[in-house]
C-alpha cells in the first residue's frame, strides 16, 4: 500500500470515529432524550436518544468513509473517480463529525432538551469550511498514483477540428435539459403547499429553497467563443461557469456515465479539486483538459462539433 492510500484509509477511520466519539464520549453529561433538530430561531424542536442520535450521525458517516475506503483501496479507478471519491466522501463525513461535535458540546450539561441551545450561524460556517477543507486535502492526496488507468473519457489520435480558418469567428450554443430534476421541482413545490398550509415555517423554507434550486438546475446553456466554454445555468442565466481559452489544451467528445464524474449536478470544483463536471443527463458531453492537469467536462448535444471548434481556437492562439 502506498503511503497514499495509508492517508486515504487512516482519515476515513478518524472520519468516522469522530462523528460517532462525541456522544459515547460525553453520553454521561447529555440529557436523554437530547435535541437534535432547530428552527431558524434556534428553538429546539425535537429530540431523541444519545444512542439513536448515535447511530443516526455515525450511519450516514459511514457513507462518505466506505467512499474513501473504496477510492483508497480499488486499483482499477481512474484519478479523477478516485478524487471525486475521496473528496466527497471526505467532505460528508466530516460535515456530520462536526455536526455530532457541535450538537454534544451545545448540550453538554444540559438537564432538559428544551434548554439546549441550536448552533450559530458561526458555527454553520466553521463546520462548511472544515468540510471543505478536509474533501480538498482527500481529493489531493489521491492525485497521481502509479499505475493509474486513463482518465475520464481521454480520447486517442488527433484534436477534433472544425477547419476554422484564420480570418474566420464562430459561436457555438447549445442548450441541454435534465427533465427529472423538474419532477423534483415539482415535490419541492409540493412541500411549500403543505408548509403554508399547515404554517410550518421549516417546511415552507425547505420546499421554496428545493423549487427555486431544481427548476435553475434543471436546464443550461452551453457556450464556445472565442472566450472560451460557458455554461449558463437556469432560464435567467444568473448562475455562470465555464474556462477561458487560454486555459483550454485540449478537447474532446465523449460519452459521459454520471457516477464516474461523482453523480448529477456540478460535480467537484476546478480550483480545490482540479476536476469538475456539470452533468444533466447520460450521453454525450464534452471534455476539455486544461492547464494544471485540470479537467472540466460537460454533458451536451453536438459536442464534436464543440470540441473542434475549441481546438481551432487554441491551435489560432498558439
Known amino acids: 500500500m502506498t503511503w497514499r492510500r495509508a492517508v486515504l484509509a487512516v482519515s476515513g477511520l478518524i472520519l468516522g470515529a469522530l462523528s460517532v466519539a462525541p456522544v459515547w464520549l460525553f453520553r454521561a453529561e447529555l440529557p436523554s432524550p437530547m435535541a437534535t433538530q432547530w428552527d431558524l430561531a434556534g428553538h429546539p424542536q425535537s429530540a431523541t436518544s444519545p444512542l439513536g442520535f448515535g447511530l443516526l450521525i455515525g450511519g450516514l458517516a459511514a457513507l462518505g468513509v466506505v467512499s474513501v475506503w473504496w477510492a483508497a483501496a480499488a486499483r ?11 473528496g466527497l466522501g471526505g467532505a460528508h463525513a466530516a460535515f456530520l463529525a462536526g455536526v455530532a461535535c457541535q450538537v454534544v458540546r451545545g448540550q453538554r450539561g444540559v438537564v432538559d432538551w428544551r434548554a439546549a441551545s441550536g448552533p450559530s450561524l458561526l458555527d454553520l460556517a466553521i463546520i462548511l469550511c472544515v468540510s471543505l477543507a478536509a474533501g480538498s486535502f482527500l481529493s489531493l492526496a489521491a492525485r497521481r498514483w502509479p499505475g493509474d488507468t486513463p482518465a475520464e473519457g481521454a480520447g486517442q489520435g488527433a484534436p477534433a477540428t472544425v477547419g476554422l480558418r484564420a480570418d474566420e469567428h464562430a459561436v457555438w450554443v447549445r442548450r441541454v435539459t435534465a427533465p427529472w430534476l423538474y419532477g423534483l421541482a415539482a415535490l419541492g413545490g409540493a412541500l411549500l403547499v403543505v408548509g403554508l398550509a399547515l404554517g410550518q415555517t421549516a417546511l415552507t423554507v425547505t420546499g421554496a429553497v428545493w423549487l ?6 434543471a436546464t443550461a446553456v452551453v457556450s464556445v467563443d472565442q472566450r472560451g466554454l460557458w455554461v449558463r445555468w437556469g432560464s435567467f442565466g444568473l ?5 477561458r481559452l487560454g486555459d483550454v489544451v485540449t478537447a474532446e467528445a465523449i460519452e459521459i456515465q454520471p457516477l464516474e464524474w461523482g453523480g448529477w449536478g456540478y460535480r467537484g470544483s476546478l480550483r480545490l479539486m482540479g476536476r469538475a463536471a456539470v452533468v444533466l443527463r447520460k450521453g454525450p458531453g464534452l471534455r476539455l483538459q486544461l492547464r494544471g492537469d485540470r479537467v472540466l467536462a460537460v454533458t451536451v448535444d453536438d459536442a464534436d462539433t464543440a470540441a473542434g471548434l475549441l481546438n481551432d481556437l487554441v491551435a489560432r492562439r498558439v
Not at 427555486?212 to 438546475?217: G, I, K, N, R
Open 76 to 86: 482499477s479507478l481512474a484519478s479523477g473517480a478516485r478524487r471525486a471519491l475521496a
Open 212 to 217: 427555486a434550486l431544481c427548476s435553475e438546475m
Open 239 to 243: 448562475w455562470r461557469t465555464g474556462v
